[in-house]
């Protein structure tokens, strides 16, 4: 039986989607309960109740919700070019869901373990927004296209800050694999020894940046019910909508991965002497997902001219700003060198 899945085609294959099947399905279970603990805090802020009626404290909201999309009509408007129109969700969830595929869980616990992760990752999201083009451009309606262009235009800005944050931490680390950035900060002071501490005010803009490259409040200006009455996403009903839903989510908890790989240590635990492992990423992850939450509950929606001068005239100098000190930090062992020693007792 071992040599059918090592030495032919089929097992090979057989064992391939097995593997994906391991990270996707329990992916998609697990948003259903982050998108209800989404809406409990949301409420909670907000002092009301929130979902609780289907099932035990509402637990089982979303898949109430799963089942009213699916069996609900798709309706095209009048005009729209059909085969575009149903792509669009499609290419958004997919985009958003093979970036997992280089996402280490644990040490090994990784579907492909590539030297360049974060450029497939740094590629693959910037691929999402053709999806969102897509369906604004096919749905043919003017407030749809328009809140395809703002999400272009939003997710390009702050794709360049990202990108100038993570190339800082490359820097320090000397690779582009996840797996070896999370064991460049293991040391010997737990959580002293990650990233958040000498990179904090990166951590800071990349947690903005990502909110912004998700569309989450306060940028969620492509989706702004009160100016483009829901955006892209408006002639949209049933399944199609629910890939969008879906797809949106999965990237939000793509960047709370990336959050804890880049700069919380990934799976290593905070506190020297307990064992790593898996149960430490979700934690972080967690955490991650929560700030967002509380994010969107709590702050009022950017003006879309303000949303674009805070990418190109604070994010993008800080950020490049940034590099050029790491870079210089790192050729002449002014910081990073000491920082190695001193987390590693060295």
């Known amino acids: 039986m071992a040599e059918f899945f090592q030495n032919t085609n089929l097992g090979i294959f057989l064992v391939i989607v097995f593997q994906i099947l391991l990270v996707v399905v329990p992916l998609l279970v697990a948003l259903a309960f982050l998108m209800y603990a989404d809406r409990k805090i949301w409420a909670a802020v907000q002092m009301r109740r929130g979902p609780n009626v289907v099932g035990f404290y509402g ?49 090994g616990w990784v579907l492909a373990d590539i030297n360049v992760a974060i450029l497939y990752v740094f590629a693959i999201s910037s691929l999402e927004v053709y999806g969102i083009i897509m369906g604004g451009w096919a749905s043919n309606s003017k407030y749809p296209f328009l809140g395809s ?23 320090s680390t000397g690779s582009m694999n996840f797996s070896d950035i999370v064991r460049a900060q293991d040391g010997d002071f737990g959580l002293l020894s990650w990233y958040w501490l000498p990179h904090f005010p990166m951590m800071f803009l990349f947690f903005i940046s990502a ?70 990423m979700v934690l972080k992850m967690l955490f991650a997902f929560f700030i967002f939450s509380m994010v969107k509950a709590i702050t009022p929606r950017y003006r879309y001219d303000q949303l674009m001068r805070l990418g190109w005239k604070v994010f993008l100098p800080m950020s490049l700003g940034w590099v050029v ?13 000491a920082f190695a020693r001193w987390t590693t007792g060295g």
Do not use: H
């Open 59 to 107: 637990l089982m909201q979303s898949f109430a919700d799963f089942l009213k999309y699916i069996v609900k009509e798709v309706v095209f408007p009048a005009g729209a070019d059909k085969v575009v129109f149903l792509l669009a969700p499609m290419i958004s969830l997919v985009m958003a869901m093979i970036a997992w595929a280089v996402i280490p869980f644990n040490e």
């Open 149 to 171: 262009l703002r999400s272009a235009a939003q997710m390009i800005s702050y794709e360049v800050s990202i990108g100038l944050i993570i190339i800082g931490v490359i820097i």
């Open 211 to 280: 909110l912004a490259e998700t569309n989450r409040p306060p940028f969620d200006l492509p989706e702004a019910e009160s100016e483009l009455v829901a955006g892209y996403q408006v002639e949209y009903s049933s399944t199609p909508f629910l890939l969008f839903m879906i797809g949106e989510l999965v990237a939000v908890v793509l960047m709370c991965a990336l959050v804890s790989l880049l700069f919380l240590g990934g799976w290593l635990s905070p506190i020297p002497g307990l064992p790593d492992g898996f149960l430490w």
């Open 325 to 337: 000190f790491v870079s210089f930090a790192a050729k002449f062992d002014w910081f990073w060198g």
